[in-house]
């Protein structure tokens, strides 16, 4: 699988991330710019899902909605934005979506705060498809959430040999999460996973206690422990060259067991990682 043939994103570190999942029609975080690069893109999406409030993760929500509100376009279709409860910034936020939207809206707003644990179904997809909230480890004092998208397929049962339906992993989103939870029903189709530093700047991930982050090698390593199928690096410093990030993440791959295919979002781009 080519994950572009799945995914339209955006992502670097500070400046804005988010990533549009075609097939469920879902937004994992909106970062500026978000509905310039999608444009008539933005009546597709049903779902918005937020990890944290912070800029380079929401400060694309307003104009999308807003977008959605006057451009050309589908405005019976209803946008849900998901966010982490009590996260005080994006309450905010959405306070001033309310009040600059009150009465001009064309289109049903949901808005859902929500716990770790939530289940959400996703009635648009083919098949039943749910999205699942987890908790991920980044701003201190600071509820952030993944997510990941759970699709039912038939499965052989190992015990039985009879078909069975279960869910199974289909899209994985850690937010800035240096601490992820992933599915145990099977290995997760494509994974998206913050790596914003470099081993040589591990010391400087580390002393960032308020905003943890990964390095591109520690997030390899997570992905060999999960067995994921695709993993995409993502939310990458501008410090760095493209070019020396995928060095250092074919590295890491050879120096690792993982085994699947790895990916680097970069800016608009989805690179591919080679082995060395």
């Keep these: 699988m080519n994950p572009s043939d799945v995914l339209i994103s955006y992502s670097l570190a500070l400046y804005s991330t988010w990533f549009y999942h075609k097939p469920a029609r879902c937004l994992f975080d909106a970062g500026e710019g978000v509905a310039t690069a999608l444009g008539k893109k933005v009546f597709a999406i049903n779902h918005v899902f937020l990890s944290h409030g912070h800029e380079d993760h929401v400060a694309g929500i307003s104009n999308l909605v807003n977008v959605r509100n006057l451009a050309a376009g589908e405005h019976e279709k209803p946008l849900t934005i998901y966010y982490p409860r009590h996260d005080k910034w994006i309450d905010a936020l959405i306070e001033y979506i309310e009040k600059k939207q009150s009465g001009l809206m064309r289109y049903p707003l949901y808005v859902q705060p929500v716990e770790v644990g939530d289940e959400f179904e996703i009635d648009e997809a083919k098949r039943p498809t749910k999205v699942s909230a987890f908790e991920t480890k980044h701003a201190k004092g600071q509820l952030c959430l993944g997510y990941e998208i759970q699709q039912e397929r038939q499965v052989i049962d190992p015990a039985t040999g009879q078909a069975m339906s279960r869910y199974w992993p289909l899209f994985f989103y850690s937010g800035d999460g240096f601490q ?97």
């Design 180 to 276: 992820s939870y992933h599915s145990p029903d099977g290995r997760a189709d494509i994974a998206v996973h913050e790596a914003t530093f470099l081993a040589r700047d591990a010391g400087e991930a580390a002393q960032r206690i308020a905003h943890r982050h990964c390095t591109v090698e520690s997030a390899v390593e997570w992905g060999a422990s999960q067995d994921v199928k695709i993993l995409i690096l993502c939310h990458i410093s501008d410090r760095y060259e493209i070019n020396e990030v995928v060095q250092a993440a074919s590295a890491a791959k050879s120096a690792s067991a993982f085994r699947g295919d790895l990916y680097i979002a970069y800016k608009d781009q989805i690179v591919p990682v080679l082995s060395d």
